[in-house]
């Protein structure tokens, strides 16, 4: 965690969630397909995992 952050308090989706939306220095679409797909915003983490995929669409 970086510092001046509570460290008390367990890490949950929701919190890495709302600290993405803090640090993305874009606007938060309201509109998305970015959902939990297990849990939800109360779920301790223990972990991230990131992937990326190169757009594959060629003609």
């Given at each position: 965690m970086q510092s001046g952050?509570?460290?008390s308090a367990p890490l949950t989706?929701?919190?890495?969630?709302?600290?993405?939306?803090?640090?993305?220095?874009v606007p938060w679409g309201t509109?998305?397909?970015d959902t939990f797909k297990a849990g939800g915003p109360d779920t301790r983490v223990r972990g991230i995992a990131t992937t990326r995929l190169r757009h594959a669409s060629r003609k």
């Open positions: 952050q509570d460290n989706a929701g919190r890495v969630i709302e600290r993405i939306r803090k640090n993305a220095g509109e998305t397909v």
